[in-house]
């Protein structure tokens, strides 16, 4: 219940309260999350969605068999997170922290991308049942990432709303797989 609301209020709540007033195509969350009187709300915002897909990933990990290669690249990926935002994004006055935050942020977004195509894929595999039954979810995977590729190539730049899109749509994803996975798998 408690990760229920996480995933459908208070992420997608929090994330467009964070870039109301924004430009969704000229600016990003590093941007905003530099101003001082964001920061705290820029690192919140990271905590509480590495906490959401810690505590949801997890759960989904253990149905997997041998899952190593999973959880590495989940908790790479939220160290990376974590990184971030904690990093200053401030090129003018530290331009190597500034590119460190950018290559931080992106690479812990591919890494998630890519623990959950490999968690779809191997949790597919399990079963001819789950194949089917997972294959809405393995289509929005790839619709999320084609999606967030046209935000980037339509922004020229990662923008405010390739990262609200990719953040909603995939906690929102993580969480139905989430709810259905004690339905279809058992341990």
Same mark, same amino acid.
């Given at each position: 219940?408690?990760?229920?609301?996480?995933?459908?209020?208070?992420?997608?709540?929090?994330?467009? *309260?964070?870039?109301?007033?924004?430009?969704?195509?000229?600016?990003?969350?590093?941007?905003?999350?530099?101003?001082?009187?964001?920061?705290?709300?820029?690192?919140?915002?990271?905590?509480?969605?590495? *906490?959401?897909?810690?505590?949801?990933?997890?759960?989904?990990?253990?149905?997997?068999?041998?899952?190593?290669? !999973?959880?590495?690249? *989940?908790?790479?990926?939220?160290?990376?997170?974590?990184?971030?935002?904690?990093?200053?994004?401030?090129?003018?006055?530290?331009?190597?922290?500034?590119?460190?935050?950018?290559?931080?942020?992106?690479?812990?977004?591919?890494?998630?991308?890519?623990?959950?195509?490999?968690?779809?894929?191997?949790?597919?595999?399990?079963?001819?049942?789950?194949?089917?039954?997972?294959?809405?979810?393995?289509?929005?995977?790839?619709?999320?990432?084609?999606?967030?590729?046209?935000? *980037?190539?339509?922004?020229?730049?990662?923008?405010?709303?390739? !990262?609200?899109?990719?953040?909603?749509?995939?906690?929102?994803?993580?969480?139905?797989?989430?709810?259905?996975?004690?339905?279809?798998?058992?341990?």
């Amino acid at each position: 219940m408690l990760l229920s609301c996480i995933a459908y209020a208070v992420i997608p709540v929090y994330t467009l *309260l964070f870039v109301r007033g924004s430009n969704w195509f000229t600016t990003n969350l590093s941007v905003i999350g530099s101003l001082p009187s964001r920061r705290t709300a820029f690192f919140l915002l990271g905590v509480i969605i590495g *906490l959401y897909y810690y505590k949801a990933l997890k759960k989904l990990l253990v149905y997997l068999p041998r899952h190593i290669w !999973e959880h590495r690249l *989940l908790l790479t990926a939220l160290f990376l997170l974590l990184l971030a935002v904690t990093t200053p994004y401030l090129p003018d006055s530290v331009p190597l922290q500034a590119l460190l935050h950018v290559v931080f942020a992106f690479v812990s977004s591919v890494l998630l991308a890519l623990c959950l195509y490999l968690i779809l894929w191997r949790l597919s595999a399990l079963t001819p049942a789950a194949r089917q039954i997972l294959r809405p979810f393995r289509v929005s995977m790839v619709a999320i990432t084609l999606v967030s590729g046209l935000l *980037l190539i339509m922004a020229g730049i990662i923008s405010s709303a390739l !990262e609200v899109f990719f953040i909603i749509a995939t906690t929102i994803l993580v969480q139905r797989l989430y709810t259905l996975s004690s339905c279809i798998f058992s341990r």
